[in-house]
């Protein structure tokens, strides 16, 4: 035998190498690839709006507040029907809970194209807000289905790479605004949508012993919806979960909703400049951290199993300096930086939220209890925003609403650490 073909047979580093290949490319993984481009689009449809306030309301005559109404009424729909979606991927198939969200959400931004007056225009956001709704909480739990411990956190994160990027995308509705008209962006990506929901209609399964579990409960009539919430609401770790992402979620929208502000006045910035620093550099490192995340819980799974609760904890308090480190200097690079390492490091809990999840409920439960906690963060989301505003006209330096900020940081690591140790005798995640 030719010495290049025993390197052929016994390299383990070629097995390695076609493991890998082969890993990334099994059906788990294709879902969350599936899963993460509708991500994308779920962020992109319901984003862009904001970017083309200008172009609406030259063609839609409203006032200021009128146009806030349009994210308000979709952020409350949203919120209020997001337990019901996952009640429903939880009670039914996940894989044509989501081809239906899409389909919908997808025909109600190509409707939107077709808008003359207000009345319209918020009638269609609440549909969006509705539609919506049932794609994440069944997205999620479908991942989980597919990605057991070893890889869960990671898929998890790469689907969360296409939430941030739909996100930082929305700058296209503005865009094509400009270059067109303001239903044009709705038009395409409405199309755009309705055919991918097509294509997922084929290739998006469920894991077939999820489907055979789904149709046994159905059977023995063992899921309700409030009997789920009931049960959910009383699990004391739930609680603390739902504690914690709902005190996240009020950094999260103080930050990113004041750090524009924060930027033009503290350093005397033009708004766009302002606004592209506040952006520009968060979104690709929220994209990276997410990932990062996901992976070092679950490399860190293997030998410590309580890692998918230490991961976040251990990113807050990187985060804590680098937000401190950011309203205590004044050269704009410094800032910049500390908001990056923020950013990167927030994110960790995006990636392991799903998966602490899978922890301390029953799995039958778990597309329902992500519904929740997007229920409550869509209030604290207002909630957050609203208190920062308060606090401006209250005349209270950015500083001081960032350090506050930091203050909650710390009271979300002290609910992870409570949770840590409430959790150590319960079951892991399957």
Not at 133 to 142: E, S
């Amino acid at each position: 035998m030719s010495i290049k073909n025993k390197l052929d047979l016994g390299s383990p580093t070629k097995d390695i190498r076609l493991s890998s290949m082969t890993t990334f490319w099994s059906k788990e993984w294709l879902i969350v690839y599936l899963l993460c481009l509708v991500g994308l689009l779920n962020y992109l449809d319901r984003t862009m709006m904001s970017t083309m306030r200008s172009s609406i309301i030259e063609k839609i005559p409203m006032s200021n507040a009128q146009f806030g109404m349009l994210s308000s009424v979709f952020l409350f729909s949203y919120g209020i029907f997001s337990p019901i979606g996952g009640f429903l991927a939880d009670r039914f198939q996940r894989s044509r809970v989501i081809i239906f969200s899409t389909c919908i959400w997808s025909v109600v931004t190509w409707m939107t194209s077709y808008v003359t007056n207000f009345d319209m225009l918020l009638l269609t956001r609440a549909c969006m807000g509705i539609s919506e709704a049932c794609y994440l909480p069944a997205a999620l739990a479908l991942i989980t289905d597919y990605h057991g411990n070893k890889t869960r956190s990671l898929a998890i994160g790469i689907h969360m790479t296409g939430i941030i990027a739909g996100q930082s995308l929305g700058f296209l509705g503005g865009w094509i605004a400009e270059l067109h008209s303001w239903n044009y962006a709705f038009f395409i990506f409405g199309i755009v949508g309705v055919f991918y929901a097509i294509i997922l209609a084929f290739v998006l399964k469920d894991k077939p012993v999820q489907v055979e579990a789904i149709a046994n409960r159905l059977v023995e009539k063992k899921i309700h919806f409030f009997q789920a919430v009931r049960t959910l609401l009383t699990n004391f770790n739930f609680s603390l979960l739902l504690s914690f992402w709902c005190l996240l979620g009020i950094v999260g929208w103080l930050i990113m909703g004041w750090l524009p502000t924060y930027y033009q006045e503290h350093f005397n910035l033009s708004q766009g400049i302002a606004g592209l620093y506040a952006t520009g550099y968060l979104y690709p490192f929220s994209m990276v951290g997410v990932v990062v995340g996901g992976l070092l819980a679950d490399r860190w799974n293997k030998t410590n199993k309580s890692a998918r609760i230490l991961i976040p904890a251990i990113g807050l308090l990187i985060a804590i300096p680098g937000i401190l480190l950011a309203v205590n200097t004044n050269l704009i690079e410094i800032a910049i930086l500390g908001f990056m390492i923020y950013a990167f490091t927030k994110v960790f809990s995006d990636a392991n939220l799903m998966p602490i999840l899978c922890t301390i409920i029953d799995e039958k439960y778990r597309a329902t209890a992500y519904g929740i906690l997007n229920l409550f963060a869509c209030i604290v989301g207002g909630i957050g925003i609203y208190v920062g505003g308060i606090l401006r006209d209250s005349n209270i330096s950015m500083d001081y609403i960032f350090i506050f900020a930091s203050f909650v940081l710390l009271l979300c690591i002290l609910l992870l650490t409570i949770i840590y140790f409430t959790s150590k005798n319960i079951k892991t995640e399957i």
